[in-house]
């Protein structure tokens, strides 16, 4: 049943509070000295009120899950205000410090925001990766009621390039049970879109197996068209341009009726039924396009009513319902304080009661025990909890000849051959590289994951093959096409699996180092939204030599240490990446309250994403090394190799495949100069960031707060030359100089490369055992470091 008188209310308190929160923001409150403008995006607001009204008191239930149209997050934010679920104090600091955010945030909004949005597109795809983790874990039998995963997207967002790579990997793997509702208002931030651009919406989703739903004509529309006359005034709105109809909305009633008599007056039926309105009623009437009007949206959402995924094409005017309805400048336009008394005449809203949740409601108690009845909100906050999984033993693996991304593989096989709680939750996934990562062996052993059961055709024909490769609901692999945004986008919705459907999953993901720059932004969005999971970047660097530059990674060191989120590491020995592997699987599921461990100044209690940086360069293994001191220093970012003397002239300090050119070089060197030390750097990443917690700890009073890096290098002469060297951009090592003021010289790769053997690469970028012997060569103490001989 539709309660319309409800819901028309509702729709008004909505538009209401999304817009005075904006005016609030840019027009009322303090915004400091300097500040201009905090914005807030009005009219896009007004252009998604209806369709938010719709879903979230009608058409939703609790299991749903919704990515909010980042520019409507105003008015989300109102219905979270009107249901009791965010302070008020909250909604008057919109985008300011401590109170709602531009865009809805699972992890900095306080209230029931399902998926983070805000980099147009991914909100937009990421509800497609969500319903394909529900289906995984229908398929091992862990999920209860089923969800739609829903997403509110502009129509501008079709332009983001990921959203189509994402409707194809929806496609292979049968998706179900998600709808996007197009807010289809025909302009973005500089114009009008293109004419006829709904003809290839359409097209693309049916393409992709979608159901289509046209929202053109909304209830009053239609009724016209059924008057005599009507079928040409629908014929006239079907033929009027994208820009035109905005225009003459903007004008208001007067203009439609000049414009309307100009193309198709003197023509009686249709004269009669302009006459029949007068200017008011007659915009009433242009204005109303199926996605402002809430009985047309509320019966097509309730004719969706099986799994099949459905793209509502919802038409809609920017700005609806305001003085800023139709401009072509209104995206980031705002309503002047006039513009706002005028539009606070039409709400009906007196002065003094505009934050009221209840202000000119004409049935405050009817509508109190309406929404009181509303199904999305019966259970409350809809955020879940998994309890945490038991780590298996730790694999310590014996080869005495190896790289880290085989080591990588055979460490997952032995978890997947020793079963086990954790094993069972593990997901692997790949943007087709399965076989090239090392993640062959555990497919072998878990098979791929599938809807459906499908055979390994391979296999039953009797064809010799490495893979045996069969699909099933039981499977733990998925296999995605060589996109790594989904990749991304898959990493995090898995890894959310705990909080949006109380099962907790580990997921791990492969891919080749080079190419996660190619889904950087989707890493990011994954992180922000505080998904849990393992990206192993390999190859790495240089190392997959005869590939060339294109295959070949420089700057993903830096992206480690940068991203928040994420803690990088990359070893160059087996037990080192067998210690941080089995710590990441208890650090992905750790949700502390962030205390400072006083060793580190790491807040690693609030655990976190992991990335391996791994290599396909085969090398010799230490001994076994199983001291409590060697793994904490693994896991803390560094260790001693070999141990400085007291009065050490040169420390190298390496980090990753390079380890066997640092060790050369100081077997060599060892002779020349005193007490030379190896540093083992494992983690840049957290190596830098426990020391600039440290430094802030202490300007807030910790004196004795002391980081690892500080502890290790603070030992070392004055005189003494920091030598750092890494398969990748030299920066990543380069700040270790500042930590207690050493020199320093820097060797890294800094261009792209080309093919040729690891020799030969090493050589040519000056990260071979001479380059380090000569940067050695060229130290005196005392004196200033010569860059040539």
Same mark, same amino acid.
């Given at each position: 049943?539709?309660?319309?008188?409800?819901?028309?209310?509702?729709?008004?308190?909505?538009?209401?509070?999304?817009?005075?929160?904006?005016?609030?923001?840019?027009?009322?409150?303090?915004?400091?000295?300097?500040?201009?403008?905090?914005?807030?995006?009005?009219?896009?607001?007004?252009?998604?009120?209806?369709?938010?009204?719709?879903?979230?008191?009608?058409?939703?239930?609790?299991?749903?899950?919704?990515?909010?149209?980042?520019?409507?997050?105003?008015?989300?934010?109102?219905?979270?205000?009107?249901?009791?679920?965010?302070?008020?104090?909250?909604?008057?600091?919109?985008?300011?410090?401590?109170?709602?955010?531009?865009?809805?945030?699972?992890?900095?909004?306080?209230?029931?925001?399902?998926?983070?949005?805000?980099?147009?597109?991914?909100?937009?795809?990421?509800?497609?990766?969500?319903?394909?983790?529900?289906?995984?874990?229908?398929?091992?039998?862990?999920?209860?009621?089923?969800?739609?995963?829903?997403?509110?997207?502009?129509?501008?967002?079709?332009?983001?390039?990921?959203?189509?790579?994402?409707?194809?990997?929806?496609?292979?793997?049968?998706?179900?049970?998600?709808?996007?509702?197009?807010?289809?208002?025909?302009?973005?931030?500089?114009?009008?879109?293109?004419?006829?651009?709904?003809?290839?919406?359409?097209?693309?989703?049916?393409?992709?197996?979608?159901?289509?739903?046209?929202?053109?004509?909304?209830?009053?529309?239609?009724?016209?068209?059924?008057?005599?006359?009507?079928?040409?005034?629908?014929?006239?709105?079907?033929?009027?341009?994208?820009?035109?109809?905005?225009?003459?909305?903007?004008?208001?009633?007067?203009?439609?009726?000049?414009?309307?008599?100009?193309?198709?007056?003197?023509?009686?039926?249709?004269?009669?039924?302009?006459?029949?309105?007068?200017?008011?009623?007659?915009?009433?009437?242009?204005?109303?396009?199926?996605?402002?009007?809430?009985?047309?949206?509320?019966?097509?959402?309730?004719?969706?009513?099986?799994?099949?995924?459905?793209?509502?094409?919802?038409?809609? $005017?920017?700005?609806? *319902?305001? =003085? &800023? @309805?139709?401009?072509?400048?209104?995206? +980031?336009?705002?309503? !002047?304080?006039?513009?706002?008394?005028?539009?606070?005449?039409?709400?009906?809203?007196?002065?003094?009661?505009?934050?009221?949740?209840?202000?000119?409601?004409?049935?405050?108690?009817?509508?109190?025990?309406?929404?009181?009845?509303?199904?999305?909100?019966?259970?409350?906050?809809?955020?879940?909890?998994?309890?945490?999984?038991?780590?298996?033993?730790?694999?310590?693996?014996?080869?005495?000849?190896?790289?880290?991304?085989?080591?990588?593989?055979?460490?997952?096989?032995? $978890?997947?051959?020793? *079963?086990? =709680? &954790? @094993?069972?939750?593990?997901?692997?996934? +790949?943007?087709?590289? !399965?076989?090239?990562?090392?993640?062959?062996?555990?497919?072998?052993?878990?098979?791929?994951?599938?809807?459906?059961?499908?055979?390994?055709?391979?296999?039953?024909?009797?064809?010799?093959?490495?893979?045996?490769?069969?699909?099933?609901?039981?499977?733990?692999?998925?296999?995605?096409?060589?996109?790594?945004?989904?990749?991304?986008?898959?990493?995090?919705?898995?890894?959310?699996?705990?909080?949006?459907?109380?099962?907790?999953?580990?997921?791990?993901?492969?891919?080749?180092?080079?190419?996660?720059?190619?889904? &950087?932004?989707?890493?990011?969005?994954?992180?922000?939204?505080?998904?849990?999971?393992?990206?192993?970047?390999?190859?790495?660097?240089?190392?997959?030599?005869?590939?060339?530059?294109?295959?070949?990674?420089?700057?993903?060191?830096?992206?480690?240490?940068?991203?928040?989120?994420?803690?990088?590491?990359?070893?160059?020995?087996?037990?080192?990446?067998?210690?941080?592997?089995?710590?990441?699987?208890?650090?992905?599921?750790?949700?502390?309250?962030?205390?400072?461990?006083?060793?580190?100044?790491?807040?690693?209690?609030?655990?976190?994403?992991?990335?391996?940086?791994?290599?396909?360069?085969?090398?010799?293994?230490?001994?076994?090394?199983?001291?409590?001191?060697?793994?904490?220093?693994?896991?803390?970012?560094?260790?001693?190799?070999?141990?400085?003397?007291?009065?050490?002239?040169?420390?190298?300090?390496?980090?990753?495949?390079?380890?066997?050119?640092?060790?050369?070089?100081?077997?060599?060197?060892?002779?020349?100069?005193?007490?030379?030390?190896?540093?083992?750097?494992?983690?840049?990443?957290?190596?830098?960031?426990?020391?600039?917690?440290?430094?802030?700890?202490?300007?807030?009073?910790?004196?004795?707060?002391?980081?690892?890096?500080?502890?290790?290098?603070?030992?070392?002469?004055?005189?003494?030359?920091?030598?750092?060297?890494?398969?990748?951009?030299?920066?990543?090592?380069?700040?270790?100089?500042?930590?207690?003021?050493?020199?320093?010289?820097?060797?890294?790769?800094?261009?792209?490369?080309?093919?040729?053997?690891?020799?030969?690469?090493?050589?040519?970028?000056?990260?071979?055992?001479?380059?380090?012997?000569?940067?050695?060569?060229?130290?005196?103490?005392?004196?200033?470091?010569?860059?040539?001989?």
């Amino acid at each position: 049943m539709i309660d319309l008188d409800h819901l028309e209310t509702l729709h008004r308190r909505l538009l209401w509070l999304s817009c005075w929160t904006i005016h609030n923001a840019n027009h009322l409150r303090d915004k400091g000295e300097g500040e201009v403008k905090v914005g807030g995006h009005q009219a896009s607001s007004a252009s998604m009120a209806a369709i938010i009204t719709s879903l979230y008191f009608h058409a939703l239930r609790p299991e749903d899950r919704v990515a909010v149209k980042p520019h409507a997050g105003p008015v989300f934010h109102a219905v979270q205000y009107l249901m009791g679920n965010l302070p008020l104090e909250k909604l008057k600091n919109f985008r300011g410090y401590g109170g709602v955010q531009s865009y809805p945030s699972r992890t900095k909004d306080v209230d029931d925001v399902d998926f983070s949005t805000g980099s147009v597109g991914l909100g937009a795809a990421f509800p497609i990766f969500a319903s394909m983790t529900q289906d995984y874990l229908r398929g091992h039998d862990w999920t209860g009621k089923e969800g739609r995963m829903v997403a509110l997207i502009g129509d501008a967002e079709l332009d983001e390039g990921n959203i189509y790579e994402a409707l194809q990997e929806g496609w292979k793997h049968d998706l179900r049970n998600v709808w996007w509702v197009i807010d289809y208002n025909r302009q973005s931030l500089d114009g009008v879109v293109r004419e006829g651009l709904w003809h290839r919406i359409e097209a693309i989703f049916s393409a992709f197996g979608w159901r289509v739903v046209r929202l053109k004509y909304g209830a009053l529309q239609r009724a016209a068209f059924a008057e005599p006359g009507g079928e040409a005034l629908r014929d006239w709105i079907d033929a009027c341009p994208n820009a035109l109809y905005s225009a003459l909305t903007f004008q208001g009633g007067a203009a439609w009726r000049k414009r309307l008599m100009d193309d198709l007056g003197d023509q009686g039926a249709i004269t009669a039924l302009l006459d029949r309105r007068g200017d008011a009623e007659l915009a009433g009437l242009m204005e109303n396009l199926g996605g402002h009007c809430l009985s047309s949206l509320c019966e097509a959402f309730d004719a969706a009513d099986d799994d099949r995924p459905t793209v509502f094409l919802a038409y809609t $005017i920017k700005g609806w *319902g305001t =003085p &800023l @309805a139709g401009h072509k400048d209104n995206h +980031a336009g705002l309503m !002047t304080p006039a513009q706002m008394e005028i539009f606070r005449g039409a709400m009906g809203v007196p002065v003094g009661v505009e934050w009221e949740p209840f202000a000119a409601v004409p049935d405050e108690s009817g509508l109190r025990a309406f929404l009181s009845g509303v199904p999305f909100f019966a259970k409350g906050r809809r955020r879940f909890e998994a309890p945490a999984l038991p780590r298996p033993e730790r694999v310590k693996l014996s080869d005495r000849m190896l790289s880290t991304q085989a080591g990588f593989g055979k460490i997952l096989d032995e $978890i997947a051959k020793a *079963g086990g =709680p &954790l @094993a069972d939750r593990i997901v692997t996934m +790949a943007p087709d590289v !399965t076989v090239s990562t090392n993640l062959g062996p555990w497919v072998n052993r878990r098979g791929l994951f599938a809807r459906a059961a499908r055979a390994d055709t391979f296999r039953d024909e009797r064809i010799p093959s490495a893979q045996k490769w069969a699909f099933s609901p039981k499977g733990q692999h998925v296999e995605l096409g060589i996109a790594e945004m989904n990749l991304m986008l898959m990493l995090g919705a898995t890894g959310l699996s705990h909080s949006l459907f109380g099962q907790r999953l580990i997921p791990v993901g492969t891919v080749y180092d080079p190419f996660v720059a190619r889904g &950087l932004d989707a890493l990011n969005y994954a992180c922000y939204q505080d998904a849990r999971f393992l990206l192993v970047g390999t190859p790495s660097g240089v190392t997959l030599a005869p590939e060339g530059g294109a295959h070949q990674s420089i700057g993903t060191p830096l992206i480690g240490m940068a991203q928040d989120g994420l803690a990088a590491f990359e070893p160059a020995f087996l037990d080192e990446l067998s210690v941080i592997m089995d710590w990441s699987f208890d650090y992905l599921q750790r949700d502390g309250e962030g205390d400072p461990n006083e060793r580190t100044w790491l807040r690693d209690e609030t655990g976190g994403s992991v990335y391996l940086r791994l290599s396909t360069r085969p090398m010799e293994q230490p001994q076994h090394r199983g001291d409590p001191g060697f793994a904490e220093g693994v896991i803390d970012g560094a260790y001693w190799l070999r141990e400085p003397g007291s009065n050490a002239e040169v420390v190298i300090a390496y980090q990753g495949t390079v380890a066997t050119e640092a060790i050369e070089a100081a077997g060599r060197i060892g002779g020349d100069r005193r007490d030379i030390g190896v540093l083992a750097v494992t983690s840049a990443d957290r190596l830098n960031a426990g020391w600039t917690a440290a430094r802030r700890a202490r300007a807030r009073g910790h004196a004795t707060a002391m980081s690892l890096a500080e502890r290790l290098l603070a030992r070392l002469p004055a005189h003494c030359t920091l030598i750092t060297v890494i398969d990748g951009h030299p920066a990543t090592l380069s700040w270790l100089g500042a930590v207690a003021g050493h020199r320093t010289v820097p060797l890294g790769v800094e261009h792209f490369g080309q093919t040729g053997t690891i020799g030969d690469l090493y050589r040519h970028f000056g990260i071979d055992a001479d380059a380090i012997v000569a940067a050695a060569s060229r130290i005196a103490p005392g004196r200033p470091i010569r860059l040539s001989a």
